[in-house]
């Protein structure tokens, strides 16, 4: 399974984006899918996950309401559209793909290159 991200850039706070998460291989509708970030300085952190058949959703507590997360099993693209963005959520966010909800990497065993999001002034 690969996993490529892209959408990221350069948005001023409260603005908004959204990223895009490319599955490919066989089985790729059959994981769940979680977004992460890595903010500078600071751990990666699961941001949001979706259920493979988008029943179930999960999301950091900082970003709820902000963020939603969505998939397109048909296409096998996974989505994270993010509003009201915030300087703290600048980071590089992964899309990863696993067989939990739980918002931990060390559950998700298919991984992202990243992509860069700054949300600065």
């Known amino acids: 399974l690969q996993l490529v991200e892209s959408g990221g850039d350069l948005v001023q706070p409260g603005g908004s984006l959204r990223l895009s998460c490319v599955a490919t291989?066989?089985?790729?509708?059959?994981?769940?899918i979680a977004w992460f970030r890595q903010s500078p300085g600071k751990e990666r952190e699961g941001v949001a996950c979706i259920s493979s058949d988008s029943g179930r959703t999960r999301y950091l507590e900082d970003v709820k309401g902000r963020f939603t997360i969505a998939r397109d099993n048909r296409k096998n693209i996974h989505y994270l559209h993010m509003n009201d963005l915030k300087p703290e959520d600048t980071g590089i966010y992964y899309c990863?793909?696993?067989?939990?909800?739980?918002?931990?990497?060390?559950?998700?065993?298919?991984w992202g290159q990243g992509t860069q999001v700054t949300v600065s002034s």
């Open positions: 291989g066989l089985g790729a509708y059959g994981f769940n």
């Open positions: 990863a793909a696993g067989n939990t909800l739980i918002l931990e990497e060390r559950f998700y065993d298919y």
